[in-house]
């Protein structure tokens, strides 16, 4: 499995970026998909997933309203679009997938987005946040 993210850069507060990922070697409609990030001294925490065989789709509180998920099965990628970014927002962002939908369903459910649960990861892209 082969997942490699683009789109990360230095932006203004109340700014937007997407992000992408280009996924290979994995059955892309059968698994769950997600964006975790991680800040300087601080832990990986999860942002959003998506179970891709029907769409269902996890936030965060942190960015609920403000960060979007979707994916073009077509091409094996998976999207971020952030709107309205804030300083918090800064960070190292990762894609990850899991060959199974659980890890997503569990978020879904409210057991939350663990990092634990996906197996592949990308190699990680910035996004810097200025006030």
């Known amino acids: 499995v082969q997942l490699v993210e683009s789109g990360g850069n230095l932006v203004q507060a109340g700014g937007s970026l997407r992000l992408a990922c280009a996924a290979s070697?994995?059955?892309?409609?059968?698994?769950?998909v997600a964006w975790f990030r991680q800040a300087p001294g601080k832990e990986r925490e999860g942002v959003s997933c998506m179970r891709v065989s029907d769409g269902t789709a996890f936030v965060a509180s942190s960015v609920k309203g403000r960060f979007t998920i979707s994916t073009d099965n077509a091409k094996n990628t998976v999207n971020l679009q952030m709107s309205n970014l804030k300083p918090e927002d800064t960070a190292t962002y990762y894609c990850a997938a899991s060959g199974n939908d659980y890890p997503c369903l569990r978020a879904v459910l409210g057991h939350g987005l663990l990092k634990t649960e996906f197996a592949s990861w990308g190699q990680g892209t910035q996004v810097s946040v200025s006030s």
């Open positions: 070697g994995f059955t892309f409609e059968e698994g769950s």
